[in-house]
């Protein structure tokens, strides 16, 4: 499958995609993939200092508190905007929507 057709049939997937299912991709995704393309799409400082337990091991083992919570609330939301808009191109747009939130 050549590289646009594939782009292609993601963007329309996501676009429609329901609430759950968005909800259920956030919460299967790599959490620290998650806070890295979320960062670099929004510039948000709150995702960018997320703490996550699977950043050190000490504190996972622990049981220490982390915001896994805080990251899948904002991927839903930046996802939700997205599709919401139509897939706009212009994904920096969507990030300043889901900080009105």
Avoid: W
């Avoid at 200092?49 to 220490?64: C, F, M």
């Avoid at 609330?73 to 920096?92: S, V």
Wanted: hydrophobic residues 40%.
């Amino acid at each position: 499958m050549a590289m646009g057709t594939q782009e292609s049939h993601v963007r329309e997937e996501l676009l429609a995609a329901s609430d759950e299912v968005i909800e259920d991709a956030v919460v299967h995704a790599d959490l620290k993939a998650l806070r890295g393309l979320l960062y670099q799409l929004t510039g948000d400082e709150e995702v960018a200092r997320a703490r996550l337990n699977i950043d050190d091991p000490a504190t996972a083992l622990a049981g220490g508190d982390d915001d896994t919570e805080l990251l899948r609330r904002k991927g839903t939301e930046f996802l939700q905007a997205y599709r919401d808009r139509h897939g706009i191109d212009d994904l920096y747009t969507v990030a300043a929507i889901t900080d009105e939130c």
